[in-house]
């Protein structure tokens, strides 16, 4: 029923910024929960953020206060904006759309944190 294709990943020096995006496509994208997890190798996949179809958000500890998502119906897209980044964020992240009991996933884009 979703599609999600994940963008803006890349390399960023400690302390810096990067915005990544997350487009839907395939169903209605504003009913859903959209949530973005991380996981890196030898570990489980934790989630960062999420935000409701009403705007309600919540973050992981780790990230409160440093990452910020949001989401724009009318493009059916989901953004998180990730400032002071720490190299602790280098992980793979990917994006999530639930509704009920379905999932459904993007294929993930890659993030690095390192001077």
């Known amino acids: 029923q979703v599609q999600l294709v994940e963008s803006g990943g890349g390399l960023v020096k400690p302390g810096g910024s990067l915005k990544l995006s997350c487009e839907a496509s395939?169903?209605?994208?504003?009913?859903?929960?959209m949530r973005w997890y991380r996981q890196t190798p030898g570990k489980q996949r934790d989630m960062v953020a999420s935000?409701?179809?009403?705007?309600?958000?919540n973050y992981a500890d780790s990230v409160k206060g440093r990452f910020t998502i949001s989401r724009d119906d009318a493009k059916n897209t989901v953004y998180l904006q990730m400032n002071n980044l720490k190299p602790e964020d280098t992980a793979d992240y990917y994006c999530?759309?639930?509704?009920?009991?379905?999932?459904?996933w993007g294929q993930g884009t890659q993030v690095t944190v390192s001077s």
């Open positions: 935000i409701s179809s009403g705007g309600s958000t």
């Open positions: 395939g169903s209605i994208f504003s009913i859903y929960i």
């Open positions: 999530a759309a639930f509704f009920g009991p379905r999932a459904y």
